[in-house]
C-alpha cells in the first residue's frame, strides 16, 4: 500500500506544471538579466509568466469530421446515376455568381489586411476572411 501511495504521489508531481520566481533586473551596463535568483545587490522586479494557451483537440476532430461527410456526400451527387447531378447542372450560373462575389470579398479584405489594421480591426478582418473563406470552400470548392 505504501508503495501504491508513492506512486500516485509521483505521478501528481510529475504531471503539475513546475513554476519558480523569475527575477528582472538591469546591471550598470544597461544589459537586462532574468533568473530564478534574485541579485543581491541590485533592484530587481518580479516577471509574472502566463500560462501556455492551449487548443483543444475535439474541434479539430469535428471539423475533420464534417469535411469527410461533406466530401462523401459530393461523392455520392457525382455518382454516374445521380440524378442530382443534373439538377445542379442548371444552378451553375447562380454558384458561379455567388463564387465570383466570395473571391471579390476575400480580395478586399486582404487589401484591407495589406494596408495596416490595429489590432481589434485586424481580428475582425480575419475572422469575416476565415468565415468568407469557409463559405467560399464549401459552395465553390466542394461542388
Not at 455518382?79 to 455567388?98: C, H, N, T, V
Not at 475582425?124 to 464549401?138: A, C, D
Given at each position: 500500500?505504501?508503495?501504491?501511495?508513492?506512486?500516485?504521489?509521483?505521478?501528481?508531481?510529475?504531471?503539475?506544471?513546475?513554476?519558480?520566481?523569475?527575477?528582472?533586473?538591469?546591471?550598470?551596463?544597461?544589459?537586462?538579466?532574468?533568473?530564478?535568483?534574485?541579485?543581491?545587490?541590485?533592484?530587481?522586479?518580479?516577471?509574472?509568466?502566463?500560462?501556455?494557451?492551449?487548443?483543444?483537440?475535439?474541434?479539430?476532430?469535428?471539423?475533420?469530421?464534417?469535411?469527410?461527410?461533406?466530401?462523401?456526400?459530393?461523392?455520392?451527387?457525382?455518382?454516374?446515376?445521380?440524378?442530382?447531378?443534373?439538377?445542379?447542372?442548371?444552378?451553375?450560373?447562380?454558384?458561379?455568381r455567388q463564387c465570383e462575389k466570395y473571391r471579390k470579398q476575400l480580395d478586399r479584405?486582404?487589401?484591407?489586411?495589406?494596408?495596416?489594421?490595429?489590432?481589434?480591426?485586424?481580428?475582425?478582418?480575419?475572422?469575416?476572411?476565415?468565415?468568407?473563406?469557409?463559405?467560399?470552400?464549401?459552395?465553390?470548392?466542394?461542388?
Amino acid at each position: 500500500m505504501p508503495r501504491i501511495m508513492a506512486l500516485s504521489l509521483l505521478c501528481v508531481a510529475l504531471t503539475t506544471p513546475a513554476t519558480a520566481e523569475i527575477y528582472r533586473w538591469t546591471d550598470a551596463n544597461g544589459a537586462i538579466h532574468f533568473s530564478d535568483t534574485p541579485p543581491k545587490q541590485q533592484r530587481h522586479s518580479s516577471v509574472t509568466v502566463q500560462p501556455p494557451v492551449t487548443v483543444p483537440m475535439s474541434e479539430n476532430i469535428r471539423q475533420a469530421d464534417k469535411v469527410h461527410r461533406s466530401r462523401a456526400e459530393v461523392d455520392r451527387l457525382l455518382e454516374p446515376g445521380s440524378r442530382d447531378r443534373y439538377a445542379r447542372a442548371r444552378e451553375s450560373a447562380k454558384l458561379a455568381r455567388q463564387c465570383e462575389k466570395y473571391r471579390k470579398q476575400l480580395d478586399r479584405i486582404q487589401g484591407q489586411l495589406r494596408a495596416g489594421y490595429g489590432n481589434d480591426r485586424g481580428n475582425r478582418l480575419r475572422q469575416k476572411r476565415r468565415q468568407v473563406s469557409q463559405l467560399y470552400s464549401r459552395e465553390c470548392m466542394l461542388n
